[in-house]
């Protein structure tokens, strides 16, 4: 049959090869390696192993069956899954030690400009997004080198008289700069029809919808992001006003002026059933003193769906009849360590125990589950929703409550003053005249497919962005103990950082909402709101060269699908401006650009 199987062991981006491989033209399924027989495998065209957090040589890690070599098939290994047909076909791989551990950007050569290569010049060179520690140090019998990176030769291999393949870059974010054209020649060598195509998305969907609710109707929260309210007009267009019902709880942790804004916007919908909840009280009453940025989300979660049954108890709803409907996309999924392999980084407030429990009973209802952000627009387009819904940045669902960090005391690396010494003379080394200076905070970030919960190091002095881009990545790849790089702006220097202890109050919500809207104002005033694909606006208690107060940092990315990202280049003159006018609220006292790409960091802070 003339579809792509996806073995998933655990990859950040599995669902990403996927969606890649279907906008290319052809149909393709993830499915869990451990589950999949040689036998269920033999219909495909192709077989790709994707990347994955575990490490081939380690006891009980996720393997396949070495059946799957006497198909015939096509496969190709990205990453672990290349790894992995070293290792199950008789090479060698081993852990990366200090240059074999490649994060971030790199550059490959091309050796066999044919086959997996084919259109490429020989001796090319292109960019490529390396994220691992392992690597393999030798090939299997009958396999040969495709292409090389300075710190790894062995980037691209291939046998072409059994068509295995193996790389170890992601061909499917967009900074490998020719991933497209790679997998599509993978899929020639499937020998693949290119017959695949999203239009059919909503007619499938209704039809599907349909299916699974029966005579149930749904009860469906919203957060008038785009997600949520493209799953709801879809199930509206599915199974009609009467049975759908929307929630839409105020938090406390809204935007300003956001509540009135989605009202509107679903009002001029036509959507009648829509309840507006206040849960002020209960969220920051839930809240209060809690500090764990997980232990957040969890509560959040978990209070959402406490007003969620009250709701429809008070307008007796029964849950024999109604169904919960939810927003989620992919990555919601895949980020809350959803299929089987991957590493929790966080937990979306939609996959918290209570809601996997009422999955697992047939009682939820995601249309949009496996489509990413992009797709999810395109749908909304479909649909005829206005331009300013469907190209509204994304928000989390727990709202402003994840981008207000919250501290007890100051949390310092071990030995931070030398680790600090050893970092200024690193820049030093690099050429650079910035200062650096660690943060006495965590933040979470993800590597190598793991969740990380590092410190920040902010950098002071003059500078420009082709330097930063160049410094934040080598940073972060030479010393494990920072996730994050920031540049100070206006600031010249950062004499004493100190934590202000607090947890989610309202005054704080008040000063991160006030913050966000400048910021976000400012954004369109410049005319970058739509390349900026989102733009987070994150409250630190961190007190800079004062006591008492807060910080500001500015999280400006450029993004595709949010599973990878790039740290928003903006007009410099522009970006001082809002630094000095957001310094003027007499809580802030330092305000920090963010310029680490994703990953090593996320694009939300938490
Ligand atoms: P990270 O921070 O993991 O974020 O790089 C990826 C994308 O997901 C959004 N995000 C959420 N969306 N509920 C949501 O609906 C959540 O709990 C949540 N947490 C993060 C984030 O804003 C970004 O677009």
């Known amino acids: ?50 990347g994955g957090p575990s490490s081939v040589y380690e006891a009980g890690s996720p393997t396949v069956t070495p059946e799957i070599f006497e198909l015939g098939l096509p496969i190709l290994g990205i990453c ?22 490649e994060f971030g950007k ?73 991933g497209n054209e790679i997998l599509s020649n993978f899929l020639n060598l499937c020998g693949a029809k290119r017959d695949w195509d999203l239009g059919n998305f909503v007619d499938h969907s209704i039809e599907a919808i349909k299916k699974q609710v029966g005579d149930r109707n749904v009860f469906m929260l919203i957060s008038g992001g785009v997600d949520s309210t493209v799953a709801f007009i879809l199930l509206v267009k599915a ?106 980084i966080k937990t979306h407030h939609n996959r918290v125990p209570e809601i996997e429990a009422l999955i697992k009973q047939g009682r939820v209802l995601e249309p949009l589950k496996d489509l990413y952000k992009d797709e999810v627009r395109e749908v909304g387009e479909k649909l005829g929703l206005p331009a300013s819904l469907v190209w509204r940045h994304p928000f989390p669902g727990p709202g402003l409550a994840v981008r207000l960090l919250c501290a007890q005391a100051e949390d310092w690396p071990e030995n931070h003053e030398e680790l600090q010494s050893q970092i200024n003379i690193f820049l030093k080394g690099k050429g650079s005249s910035l200062l650096g200076h660690i943060l006495p905070i965590k933040s979470v970030g993800v590597q190598g497919d793991f969740r990380t919960y590092r410190h920040p ?26 996730n994050r790089v920031l540049l100070t702006l206006i600031l010249q220097s950062l004499e004493s950082v100190q934590i202000t202890p607090g947890s989610l109050t309202p005054a704080r919500t008040k000063t991160l909402q006030e913050a966000d809207k400048l910021a976000m ?41 949010a599973m990878t990202a790039r740290f928003a280049e903006l007009p410099m003159d522009k970006v001082r401006e809002l630094a000095k006018v957001l310094l003027q609220d007499s809580q802030i006292s330092a305000v920090f650009y963010d310029v680490t790409n994703k990953p090593p960091a996320t694009i939300e802070w938490e």
Do not use: C
Request: no cysteine.
């Open 457 to 482: 190091l902010a950098l002071t002095g003059e500078t420009t962005w082709e330097e930063l881009a160049a410094l934040a990545p080598a940073l972060t790849n030479h010393f494990p103990e920072i």
């Open 239 to 344: 199974l009609g006003a009467d049975r759908v019902y929307g929630l839409f709880v105020d938090t406390g942790f809204m935007r300003s002026g956001e509540r009135d804004e989605v009202e509107g916007v679903l009002r001029a919908e036509g959507i009648q059933n829509l309840h507006i909840y206040e849960g002020t009280v209960e969220f920051y009453g839930a809240l209060k003193d809690v500090y764990e940025p997980e232990k957040k989300r969890e509560i959040i979660g978990r209070v959402f769906l406490e007003i969620q049954s009250k709701v429809a108890e008070k307008l007796k709803l029964s849950p024999e009849k109604w169904m919960l409907g939810q927003g989620t996309i992919y990555p919601d999924t895949i980020e809350s360590g959803g299929t089987k392999n991957s590493d929790k």
């Open 521 to 561: 104002d400012w954004l369109k005033e410049i005319g970058r709101s739509r390349i900026v694909w989102q733009m987070p606006t994150v409250l630190l208690p961190v007190s800079v060269n004062s006591e008492g107060k807060e910080s500001i940092v500015l999280r400006p990315i450029v993004s595709e699908e």
């Open 1 to 50: 049959m003339n579809k792509i199987a996806i073995l998933d062991f655990g990859s950040q981006y599995a669902h990403l090869i996927a969606t890649r491989i279907r906008r290319l033209g052809v149909y393709s399924e993830i499915l869990e390696p451990s589950s999949a027989s040689a036998e269920s495998l033999k219909d495909y065209a192709g077989i790709i192993l994707s």
């Open 106 to 178: 790199a550059q490959i050569t091309i050796q066999k400009n044919e086959g997996l290569f084919s259109g490429f010049a020989s001796g090319e060179k292109t960019q490529v997004w390396m994220s691992h520690g392992d690597r393999v140090t030798q090939l299997p019998e009958g396999f040969e080198i495709l292409a090389s990176s300075v710190d790894d030769k062995y980037s691209a291999v291939g046998d072409a008289k059994r068509n295995f393949y193996g790389i170890q870059f992601h061909i499917e974010v967009v900074h490998t700069a020719k």
């Open 80 to 101: 672990y899954g290349h790894q992995l047909i070293t290792h199950l076909l008789g090479g060698k791989v081993e852990p990366g030690q200090g240059q074999g551990r």
